[in-house]
């Protein structure tokens, strides 16, 4: 690793002062560690935000479920109050993963298969930043794109919590992340589908099984539907023939298990 | 140089850490506390896995400074009072859980931070649980068997598969 130094503000506020020039924000590090001893990031200075009390933390006003932004995975896992995103919090990398890592920097970090994304975007959250509130659709965009500004900081996010809802992730066992992660949600206004680990254009939804699902939630009315697999990602794990077909698979299992 | 102060196995510890320094590095160089190991330094294979406000943590995707006020323990801190295996090492022992040993520091941590959060898990809640630690040598039957033993489970209908 280059050299740096290290603060930990006590309050968003003085955590906003501290980002200034090339320092950037640490959160639980789980990503950014393995990024800095790599040498893909000479920061100068890093801004730590788990000194932060006023991010830390779930609460709950009548269905809208608000997630602090330096909320470790365990904490979400164990909350329960969106059964099916405590879920898939508790099945994020692994125990000592998710002891560090953190809802923010999971969603500023939009790593094309990481798990809160799909969660973020199949329900209709908002991120909660230091300045404004974006709404996932205009937040997510593309892989490792979002629409975060230098030095914005995402100090919380926002879930209405759905009438039913699954996530079902199949596993890259090697990196644990995942390979097609697909995330139903279905509200009184309709269902909405998100997708992760699948595209070269990051989480995104699934209109035409969203409607279909809308209409008839049940697998049944998935049958008809086929996925292409026009810029799905290629790799060593699969092919986009392979995901296309997952992601297809993936939201079958997410309806039944949430139905 | 950022001075740090924190509970180690129950003593307090002070230090100076440059902002990059792990707590893994931090264990090991500053403090000679060389249980805890370095597998593969990239967050893969949890032998260097230690508690941290009674929490498992890859002790190599941490910052020492981050550890400033917290409680630490380590694999020193395990044995009983008077020097002997605590249940789950001697457990490790009689169920022939460990081969080399390299990865037994962190498997040891791993399967107490589960005991505590679970007393009696299951076999599945075991292999889940380990999905962070990687042995080379055992194939993991006898590790998952001797933290069963270790929850006061009976082992015998677990077979080496
Ligand atoms: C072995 C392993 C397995 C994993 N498996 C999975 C998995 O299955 N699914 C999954 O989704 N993830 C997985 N992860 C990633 C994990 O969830 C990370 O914790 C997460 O992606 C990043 O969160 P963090 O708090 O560690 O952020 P950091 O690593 O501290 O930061 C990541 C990036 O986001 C920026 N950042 C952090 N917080 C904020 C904030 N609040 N506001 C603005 N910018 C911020 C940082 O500057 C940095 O660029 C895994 C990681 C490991 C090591
Ligand atoms: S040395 Fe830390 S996970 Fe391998
Ligand atoms: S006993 Fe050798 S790596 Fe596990």
Known sequence: MYAFDIERPATIGEAVSALTGEAMVL????TLIPTLKSRLADPGKLVSLSGIGEMKGIGLSGRDLQIGGGTVHADVAADGSYKALSELASNIGDPAVRSRGTI???IANNDPAACYPAAALASGAIIVTNTREIAADDYFQGMFETALNEGEIVTA???PIPDAAN???FVQPASRFALVGVFVAKYADGVRVAV??????????WTAAEEALTANFSVSALEGLSVSADNLISDLHGSPEYRAHLIKVMTGRAVTAAS | MTKVTMTINGKSVAGDVGGNTLLSSFLRDDLRLTGTHIGCDTSQCGACVVHVNGRPVKSCTMFA???EGAEVSTIEGQANADGSLNVIQQAFQDHHGLQCGF???GMVMTAAALLKENPKPTVTEVREHLEGNICRCTGYHNIVKAIMAASGQDVSAIAAE
């Open chain 1, 196 to 205: 992760t680990g699948a595209s070269n254009e990051g989480v995104h939804r």
């Open chain 1, 27 to 30: 959160s639980g590090g789980q």
């Open chain 1, 104 to 106: 923010g920097g999971s």
């Open chain 1, 157 to 159: 996010v926002k879930f």
């Open chain 2, 103 to 105: 990865c037994t520091p």
């Open chain 1, 167 to 169: 996530y079902q992730k």
């Open chain 2, 65 to 67: 400074a981050e550890a």
